[in-house]
């Protein structure tokens, strides 16, 4: 079945200190993988695709079919950067999330 | 503004009685899905649907029934409501396959 996993429920770091955040998934075919970002009270929206290999606010992700892996890095985290993140999964015909790892960021 | 818009934004309901939750968009877009949201378990897929006539399950539809009224609306039903949907639900459309996914706000729905 298609999943996709993110081990860590919370992330927390200092500013400046390099961000990872993890993501794993199990698809048969070529999977199309995304990050979406939730800040405080505002809705989710995109922050980046695998497909168009850009970088949004300095994160970037690699898809890795090797390991099953799209981690989400940034290499210095600000503190506008916390906020819960969500690896996504498009299935064939239907966008599957993970359950969210909350990104802390400390001044 | 082309916006994704969710009514009612909070509400509390009782056990046993039926509640609607509506979406509407005005991104023209094709596809539209319902998520249910709860800490530890992310978001997880109720319903979906790709136009008016189609409807298709989720991963967690048991409880939930929905209708595709036109293109810009679909609404998630509890038709007896339980305490565990608690939640915080969202509706999400799309264009297409493959393209970004717009939220709405959320509803935050509480059973008691």
């Not at chain 1, 939730?38 to 992700?61: D, P, V």
């Not at chain 2, 968009?25 to 790709?50: A, E, V």
């Not at chain 2, 991963?59 to 998630?76: P, T």
């Amino acid at each position: 079945a298609q999943r996709v996993t993110q081990p860590e429920k919370l992330l927390s770091v200092f500013k400046g200190a390099p961000v990872e955040l993890k993501c794993n998934y199990s698809y048969s075919g070529s999977p199309e993988l995304f990050w979406y970002v939730q800040y405080s009270r505002q809705r989710l929206q995109l922050l980046l695709r695998h497909i168009s290999r850009e970088s949004i606010k300095g994160f970037t992700a690699d898809l890795n079919k090797g390991e099953t892996s799209f981690h989400l890095k940034k290499p210095f985290a600000q503190e506008e950067d916390s906020a819960m993140y969500y690896c996504a999964l498009y299935n064939t015909d239907k966008l599957i999330f993970g359950t969210g790892t909350r990104l802390q960021v400390f001044p | 503004d082309a916006d994704v818009t969710q009514t009612p934004r909070n509400r509390i309901t009782k056990t046993g009685k039926r509640i609607m939750l509506e979406c509407s968009q005005t991104k023209g877009h094709d596809r539209m899905y319902w998520y249910r949201q709860d800490p530890g378990l992310g978001l997880r897929l109720i319903y979906y649907s790709f136009d008016v006539k189609d409807i298709n399950k989720g991963e967690i539809s048991d409880g939930y029934s929905v209708s595709r009224q036109a293109q810009a609306k679909f609404s998630l039903s509890l038709e007896s409501a339980i305490p565990n949907q608690t939640a915080l639900y969202f509706c999400a459309t799309q264009w297409g396959l493959n393209t970004e996914a717009f939220f709405g706000q959320g509803t935050r729905l509480t059973v008691v």
